[in-house]
């Protein structure tokens, strides 16, 4: 598996705008305003489980899991943070990292498959990408 052959599953080019390439991982920000929403793609071709990256690709997906994780804590201050790599509709590996709050437009309840998806207008999306970066650049340089 080199990086040279890693290609962004099509679904995911489509429901998603680029943030920034961390060591291992391309971070997604999910098109859907409802919610503060990453996804981590390592950076490998033909991967599909958690098992399929090597043991050193395994820890440092966790390091850039935490990062996000704690970028996403400060700008979105969530009641909880949710965590999956499922990859039943997209077979690619990919890890969602979600911000969620009581009352949410899914709360309780998995964000899949929960009402009409609200698209980021142009302004909404260039205001998320820009604190997002910012915060993801001040605990990436930590």
């Known amino acids: 598996m080199n990086a040279q052959?890693?290609?962004l599953h099509p679904q995911l080019l489509a429901d998603?705008?680029?943030l920034r390439d961390l060591a291992l991982s391309r971070v997604l920000l999910m098109d859907d305003a409802r919610y503060t929403w990453l996804i981590l793609v390592p950076m490998r071709a033909?991967?599909?489980d958690w098992i399929d990256l090597v043991h050193a690709d395994q820890h440092r997906l966790t390091?850039?899991?935490d990062l996000c994780?704690?970028?996403l804590r400060t700008v979105a201050?969530?009641?909880k943070l949710n965590l999956a790599?499922?990859?039943n509709m997209v077979p690619q590996l990919h890890v969602h990292l979600v911000a969620r709050h009581v009352g949410d437009a899914a709360w309780p309840k998995p964000?899949?498959?929960v009402g009409e998806r609200t698209r980021f207008s142009p302004a909404a999306l260039a205001a998320r990408k820009s604190i997002l970066l910012a915060e993801l650049t001040r605990h990436f340089e930590r």
């Open 63 to 65: 390091d850039e899991i």
């Open 85 to 87: 790599a499922l990859g």
């Open 46 to 48: 033909d991967l599909r």
């Open 111 to 113: 964000v899949w498959g």
């Open 69 to 71: 994780s704690h970028a």
């Open 77 to 79: 201050r969530p009641d």
């Open 5 to 7: 052959a890693f290609a």
């Open 16 to 18: 998603t705008f680029p």
